[in-house]
């Protein structure tokens, strides 16, 4: 009898956590994005117990799938390892935990969900935020909008802060303009959330996202390249070739028109780049494995360029400084060999993607080619989404778990498809070597 309840009770607790699935996955996706909330820590310590809830039934799919990414695994291993050699030990073991958390959450997408079924979640709890955001920014604009320091007036939604909400909000924005574009539903409400979009990514004055928006939106032709047939798709692809090499010979030609006048930076990317030369030759004293995961602005090695820079005011104000580069800021922290690792996985994605593009032509892979392009823009200016502890890492690994199987499976099936070709090489059907059915 106490075995039956037990079974009971256990299959009570599965179906209630199918009931809310979605519902604790859009919660944790948006969290990880950055949500606004009060008593973070609270949230933060209730996370690790919804991970384990949501990966528990799935496990052994969750351990065939991580056993798949060998330059994922080692770049885990050795951001955890890092804190032997870290300049600050105590921050490298608290947040290595929430980078592996963020990993095993896009792990669980990826096992969970397929790519299309990825995009509209995302899309919807996107959505939500915006919508919320919209709403607080009206009826509660100190909470809703920067009233103080260099972002004042700024919209920041429902989140931490300005550059990370223009960041968020331009991710809705890519998925609702494919969505209302090239799906077969909800053409309506996309087109709605996109005009909400456009809006609040206008309000929050967040320049380079509205560029990256831009840019996905010339991208918008490839996908139409992509379902033309070969010989279209030869003559389209190398006039877009051209066009392209015109287009970056324009940019270069007008980069302080571009920069200055269009994005509102100067040339020294409003003050970044002396910041940028003096990481740059710090990071050259450790270059081949860096200072620690969240070593190098934990400790006194940063203590010049915080007391010598404008990054001095984050430092007043008790606030941790980070690189505002991607790239730079994975660089002081693992040296070469993290970024090494990174960028070969990413590049790495970038080509399967492209060739499943073109290979399925389906709308969901083009979404993960125009959210990556979009990520690798966006982590020249911020540190917003490499080996981080948020939902952008983990939208990432969920990419480079779903579109790896994906390639697997295609590659598996074309080399099905020629064995049984070259064990059955075709014969003319008067042959009487084919049987009769």
């Known amino acids: 009898m ?8 256990l299959n009570q607790l599965r179906s209630l956590t199918t009931t809310l699935e979605p519902y604790l996955v859009s919660f944790l996706i948006l969290y990880f994005l950055g949500l606004d909330l009060p008593f973070p820590s609270i ?23 991580i056993a798949q990414q060998p330059l994922l695994i080692l770049l885990h291993v050795i951001t955890v390892m890092s804190v ?35 995009m509209y979640l995302l899309a919807r709890t996107l959505a939500v935020s915006l919508v919320f955001s919209l709403l607080v920014g009206f009826a509660l604009p100190g909470y809703g909008i920067h009233t103080t320091g260099e972002f004042a007036g700024s919209w920041k939604g429902v989140f ?33 959330m996109l005009g909400i979009a456009v809006l609040l990514l206008i309000l ?5 996202a509205l560029a990256v928006f831009i840019i996905s939106l010339c ?21 877009g070739i051209l066009l392209t090499g015109i287009t970056i010979a324009l940019l270069l030609g007008n ?19 002396p910041i940028w030369q003096l990481m740059l030759e710090k990071a050259s004293e450790r270059p081949w494995l860096g200072y620690g995961y969240s070593g190098f602005w934990t400790s006194d090695e940063s203590i010049y360029i915080l007391l010598n820079t404008w990054a001095q005011e984050a430092h007043d104000e008790g606030l941790r400084f980070n690189a505002h580069n991607g790239y730079l800021e994975l660089f002081l922290q693992l040296g070469w060999v993290g970024l090494g690792i990174y960028l070969i996985s990413f590049i790495n ?49 969920s990419f480079v778990s779903s579109i790896t199987m994906q390639y697997k499976r295609i590659k598996r099936n074309d080399n099905l498809k020629a064995s049984e070709t070259n064990q059955y090489p075709f014969v003319p059907d008067s042959s009487p070597l084919i049987p009769n059915h």
């Open 2 to 9: 106490q075995s039956g309840g037990l079974i009971l009770k």
């Open 43 to 65: 949230f933060n310590a209730a996370t690790y117990g919804i991970i384990t809830i949501l990966i528990a039934p799935h496990w052994k799919r969750t351990a065939y799938v």
């Open 84 to 118: 032997l050699w870290s300049v600050a030990p105590e921050f490298t073991a608290d947040e290595t935990k929430a980078v592996v958390r963020a990993a095993l959450f896009g792990i669980y997408l990826a096992v969970r969900f397929s790519l299309q079924d990825q």
């Open 160 to 192: 931490l802060f300005k550059n990370l909400f223009a960041y968020i909000v331009t991710l809705a924005a890519i998925s609702f303009v494919l969505i209302g574009l090239f799906g077969r539903k909800y053409r309506l409400l996309t087109g709605f």
């Open 204 to 208: 929050s004055r967040g320049r380079t």
């Open 219 to 239: 991208l918008l032709p490839v996908y139409g390249v992509v379902k033309q047939k070969f010989r279209i798709r030869v003559v389209l692809i190398t006039f």
């Open 255 to 273: 980069l302080e028109f571009i920069v200055v006048d269009l994005l509102g930076k100067n040339l020294e990317f409003n003050g970044r780049l």
């Open 349 to 397: 994605l970038m080509c399967k993607t492209i060739y499943l593009v073109f290979r399925t032509k389906s709308l969901e892979i083009f979404w993960v080619l125009q959210l990556l392009v979009a990520m690798f823009i966006f982590n020249f200016t911020d540190s917003l989404g490499i080996l981080a502890t948020g939902a952008q890492w983990s939208i990432y690994i």
